[in-house]
Each structure stands twice: as structure tokens, then as C-alpha cells.
């Protein structure tokens, strides 16, 4: 519309001025050199106005073809450049699809048609890795560190390689390398963190943990249970150093960071009680089990009170019964201090509470240890030994990582050297499958006021 516009003003003032000159008649006389032109003035202004028109045609041409390699070399680059960037993406989308051969093809072709090493090598490492072909991914990731731009890329591949093939030694160092690249990474908190704590760096360890709960790789509540653990590990290296203040500072930050967790109130009740101050640990062990009433805490109490009359450790003992009343623990740890001392019906007593509130297998053999040692019933003992053998296994510290069960806590799991994995839970593989008739017989004679049925369900804390 505007051109038309546009159209109809241009001939509307070429009419204008050519009515304007046939309005105003003249001539143009040209005399020059004994050549005599002459012409209207009409004429000669269309003369003009042609040959200005054929200079500026002619003008074009010329440069056209002077400036013709400069124009086909930019068209021909740019045509490069856009088939380098198309290999490019076809690449990333075979590496991501996992068709390692087309991406190593596209990785070549884009090497060859493009001049930006830090996108190709990148393409080609990931290629290669595709393929299997650690040693050429390698070979990329290490020449990616000569380029400020891609150094971090680089050190990311070999991290990635170096943890697949469990080289955690050289892993730490790429990490560490990396982190002074970019210090405020998530992963590489997370994954520097991880390292430190495996290698039992366990103060460095700390301040990463710290940053990688800042940068949000770790979340508050799992950051302070880690910190407590690395506390407990501080704990453990000081008593080896023979630092007992230490040790004992690094475990009461640990229980007061993470009141409920086992091994720290364990560890503070037991440094508190070889320091004499027999009160505060058992305090340590009841805050405790207010929260999370568990064997080893009972194992603790037990070590505390080893010094006090048989009595004494009975009557403080329900101390822990009193912190929390419906739990089968608070009873089992009743029932065990009481055979301890010979105290017969009173460990009857808390047994029978225990099983109603959670039967287990640990329940089954404390009631054949207390058919043993007090009526001598090896008959009834069997009896029971039989129900625990039928029953699931009872939670244990269990590697998270790898499912290994460890016979006591560590903040490393001695298999596959996870760093805090181990959770008090029942192990995977459950035995349900091994209750035969006879073991059901056999139950059936139990001397239990329980009704016998099938495993009940275990509450792993
Ligand atoms: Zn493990």
C-alpha cells in the first residue's frame, strides 16, 4: 500500500517537471571544438539525467567485480560456519540419544568445519567416552585445560573419570583444582565434600560441608547430621592423639547439633563417664532416648552405670523407661540390666512388655537366655530359639550405599567406604522365606501369652 503510495508520488513530480519545463520552452546550445549541439532543454535535462544514471550502472558493475573474491570467500565461511553448528547439534542430540558413532562422525566433521575448540573438544570427549574410549575422552578433557574457557570442563571429565575408576586420590585433587575455578558450584561442593570426608581430611571437610549446605547441594537438616559424624570422626582422631579435652568438645557439639543421634549421645555419655562426671553422661544418654530409644544407647547407659550396686543400676535404669514408656527398648534395657543381676521376675516382667509392644528376634533370645539361667528349661529356651530363628532380622547399621551391615557404627561404611551412610534400618533382604511347618509347630508350644501369627512388622528408627 505505502509502496503504491510511494509509486504515485514519484510519477506525480516526474509529470510535475516535465509540464513544468514544456511550460517554460528554451534551448541549450553546446559549442565545442567546432562541434555545434543544440537541443530543447527538455532534452537535455533527460540527456543528463541518463548518462548520471549509466555511470552509477557502470560504477556498480566495476566494483562488483573487484570486491567478487572478498564476497565469495565471506558467503563460502559462513556456509562452513553453518554446517560446522548444524554437525554440532547433531552431535550433542547423538550424544545425548547415546548413538556414540554418529556423535564421534558429527564431533570430526564439526572439528573440521568449525574453528571453536571449546565446543568441538567438549563434543569429541563426550563422544569418545561414548565409545568407550576413555583414553582419547582424556586426552580431550586434558587439552581442554590449556583454555581458561574450557579449563573447568576439562577438569570436570577427568573428575567424572577418575571417580569412575575409583581413584579417589586423583579425584580430590581435580576437585580441589576445580573448585579454585569456581568455588561456588553445587555439585562440585557436594562431590568435594564427599572426597574429603572418604579421604578422613575430616576438618576440611567440615568447611566444604559448610559451603555446600551455603550453595544449597546439601540440605540444612542432612548438612547437620553430616557435621555431626565428622564431629564424632574429630572426636575419635583426638582421643588417638591423646587429646581427651578435645575429644570429648568435638563429641558434645556433635550430641548438642544433633540431640537424637545415637552415636553421638554414646560417644559424649561414654568420654563423660571415663572423665568421671557420671551424671552429665547419663543425662547425654536420656536426652537421647527421649527421641530415638535404641541398643547402643542402652549399651552406653549400661557402661556409665558399670560402677553403681546392682540395685542401683536397676532403679536408675528406669530412668530410661520413664523417658519413653512405650517403647519395647526402654524394656528390653530393663530386662537386660535386671539379668544382669539375677533379678528374675523383674526381667520376666519387662519382657513380656516388650513383646507386646515389639516382638523381635533380640526379644525371642533374651526370653531362651532368661528360661536358661533361671528355671534351666532348655526345652522352653529352644522353643524360643526356634521363634527368633523364624522371625525378620532386627534392624542393624546398615550401608545405605552398598547394603553391607556393620557390627558397630562408623561414619565410614568398612565396605565400600561411604562417608555417613550407615542407617539403623532391617536389612533388604528380608527372610520370610524361611519359615518352614515345623518351625510354626514349634512356635505353637511357645509358653508366650502372645497370639503367634505371622512377622510383625518392624519400626526401623
Ligand atoms: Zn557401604
Known amino acids: ?5 510511494w509509486f504515485l508520488i514519484k510519477v506525480a513530480i516526474v509529470v510535475g517537471i516535465a509540464v513544468w519545463l514544456a511550460d517554460r520552452p528554451g534551448t541549450v546550445n553546446i559549442n565545442w571544438q567546432g562541434y555545434v549541439v543544440e537541443t530543447s532543454f527538455g532534452v537535455a535535462v533527460l540527456i543528463t539525467a541518463a548518462v548520471l544514471a549509466f555511470a552509477v550502472f557502470l560504477y556498480r558493475v566495476v566494483r562488483g567485480i573487484i570486491r567478487a573474491p572478498r564476497t565469495l570467500g565471506r558467503y563460502s565461511r559462513s556456509r562452513r560456519r553453518e554446517r560446522g553448528y548444524k554437525a554440532l547439534t547433531r552431535g550433542m542430540v547423538a550424544v545425548a540419544a547415546g548413538d556414540a558413532a ?58 567424572t573419570q577418575s571417580l569412575k575408576a575409583g581413584d579417589r586420590v586423583e579425584a580430590l585433587q581435580l576437585a580441589r583444582r ?12 557436594g562431590t568435594l565434600y564427599d572426597l574429603e570426608a572418604r579421604s578422613g581430611d575430616w576438618a576440611a571437610a567440615e568447611g566444604t560441608l559448610q559451603q555446600a549446605v551455603q550453595a544449597g547441594a546439601i540440605s540444612a537438616d542432612l548438612g547437620r547430621r553430616h557435621r555431626a559424624t565428622l564431629l564424632i570422626e574429630r ?13 570429648l568438645s568435638h563429641a558434645q557439639a556433635a550430641h548438642d547439633l544433633v540431640p537424637g543421634f545415637v552415636p553421638a ?11 568421671g562426671k557420671l551424671r552429665p553422661a547419663a543425662k547425654a544418654v536420656e536426652r ?30 528406669d530412668k530410661l523407661r520413664v523417658a519413653a514408656p512405650n517403647n519395647a527398648e526402654s524394656h528390653i534395657a530393663l530386662a537386660q540390666v535386671s539379668l544382669a543381676v539375677q533379678l528374675w521376675g523383674e526381667a520376666r516382667t519387662h519382657l513380656n512388655k516388650a513383646l507386646e509392644l515389639q516382638p523381635s ?10 528360661e536358661r539361667e533361671e528355671r534351666q528349661d532348655e526345652e522352653a529356651a529352644r522353643a524360643w530359639l526356634a521363634q527368633a530363628a523364624a522371625a525378620p532380622a532386627d534392624p542393624s ?39 518352614p511347618e515345623s518351625t510354626t509347630t514349634a512356635i505353637t508350644h511357645q509358653p508366650s501369652e502372645r497370639p503367634v501369627g505371622p512377622a510383625v512388622p518392624q519400626s526401623a528408627t
Request: net charge positive.
Open 178 to 189: 576445580a573448585q579454585s575455578l569456581q568455588p561456588n558450584t553445587p555439585w562440585l561442593l
Open 361 to 370: 528376634r533380640r526379644l525371642y533370645r533374651l526370653l531362651a537366655e532368661l
Open 235 to 247: 572426636s575419635f582422631e583426638a582421643e588417638r592423639r591423646g587429646r581427651s579435652d578435645a575429644a
Open 102 to 159: 554418529t556423535a564421534r562422525k558429527m564431533a570430526r566433521k564439526a572439528d573440521g568445519l568449525l574453528n571453536e575448540p571449546p565446543l568441538t573438544m567438549l563434543l569429541s570427549a563426550q563422544a569418545a567416552q561414548l565409545q568407550g574410549d576413555d583414553r582419547a575422552a582424556k586426552e580431550y578433557f586434558t587439552a581442554m585445560l590449556d583454555r581458561p574457557e574450557t579449563a573447568f570442563l576439562g577438569l570436570r571429565g577427568l573428575l
Open 265 to 275: 549421645a554414646a560417644r559424649v555419655a561414654r568420654l563423660l563417664a571415663a572423665a
Open 288 to 317: 537421647a532416648w527421649r527421641i530415638n530409644p535404641h541398643p547402643d544407647l542402652a549399651d552406653a547407659y549400661r557402661d556409665v552405670l558399670a560402677n553403681y550396686d546392682p540395685l542401683t543400676r536397676v532403679k536408675l535404669t
Open 1 to 5: 500500500m505505502t509502496r503504491a503510495l
Open 397 to 435: 547399621w546398615t550401608c545405605t550405599a552398598c547394603n553391607a551391615v556393620s557390627p558397630t557404627w562408623g561414619g565410614l561404611c568398612g565396605h565400600c567406604g561411604a562417608f555417613d551412610s550407615l542407617e539403623w534400618k532391617a536389612p533388604t533382604m528380608t527372610v520370610s522365606l524361611m519359615a
